[in-house]
């Protein structure tokens, strides 16, 4: 079945930039879209399709997508963006939802 | 104000069958896209299964021919029913909208989740 490849981990300072990657062989025909979990709580949807950022998202957030790969960039990463972030997004026939293994963010 | 309420998750005993449902208010289900999304202990997000305002559904490999999504139009509400539940069946269950893709690319976002009722499968 079709997979999406995350690194499990991710460690910036305060004001750095986080550069979170998902890699799957449909990226270059499917929409990427990135979750943030934070502990005990339901994911929040903070790029989608590719680059664009909901309202409410901070400017920090931007997303990019080039051949297999999608980028979640967070520009001056603060504490509170530590989080799981996940990539989602859809095999080859555009219907059947996956998510990669999630990217722990730690800030600090 | 969207909302969507999840109830059923209980302790079964491998083999087992239950019926999660989600009450949802604010928007018709039955002209939306609506979705499933599983996370155990731990882990990660996992997608289940999808169904379209059409009625077209869709599963994951691991839980095709266990389990089916449905929908009760008169009562706005979403369902999961699992069968021949096992023990790695165990987790949170989302219930979820589904926003279709404003361009052809497929997929779709998952703009609202309920708070997730869980499932534990154990003897």
């Known amino acids: 079945s079709y997979e999406l490849t995350q690194a499990p981990s991710l460690s910036v300072s305060p004001g750095q930039t986080a550069r979170i990657t998902c890699s799957g062989d449909?990226?270059?025909?499917?929409?990427a879209y990135w979750y943030q979990q934070k502990a005990g709580q339901a994911p929040v949807v903070v790029i989608y399709?590719?680059?664009k950022r909901p309202s409410g998202i901070p400017e920090r957030f931007s997303g990019s997508a080039s051949g297999t790969m999608a980028t979640l960039t967070i520009s001056g990463a603060q504490v509170e963006d530590e989080a799981d972030y996940y990539c989602?997004?859809?095999?080859?026939?555009?219907?059947?939802?996956?998510f990669g293994g999630g990217t722990k963010l730690t800030v600090l | 104000e969207v909302q969507l309420v999840e109830s059923g998750g209980a302790l079964i005993q491998p083999g087992g069958s239950l019926r999660l449902s989600c009450a949802a208010s604010?928007?018709?289900?039955?002209?939306?896209?609506m979705t499933w999304v599983r996370q155990a202990p731990g882990k990660g997000l996992e997608w289940v299964s999808s169904?379209?305002?059409?009625?077209?559904?869709f599963y994951a490999d691991s839980v095709q021919g266990r389990f089916t999504i449905s929908r009760d139009n008169s009562k706005n509400t979403l369902y999961l029913q699992m069968n021949s539940l096992r023990a790695d069946d165990t987790a949170i269950y989302y219930c979820?909208?589904?926003?279709?893709?404003?361009?052809?690319?497929?997929?779709?976002?998952?703009?609202?989740w309920g708070q997730g009722t869980l499932v534990t499968v154990s003897s």
């Open positions: 169904i379209y305002a059409g009625g077209s559904t």
């Open positions: 604010g928007f018709v289900v039955s002209v939306n896209y």
């Open positions: 979820a909208r589904l926003f279709p893709p404003t361009n052809t690319k497929g997929g779709g976002l998952i703009d609202y």
């Open positions: 399709e590719d680059n």
């Open positions: 989602y997004s859809t095999d080859s026939s555009g219907h059947h939802g996956v």
């Open positions: 449909a990226l270059p025909k499917k929409n």
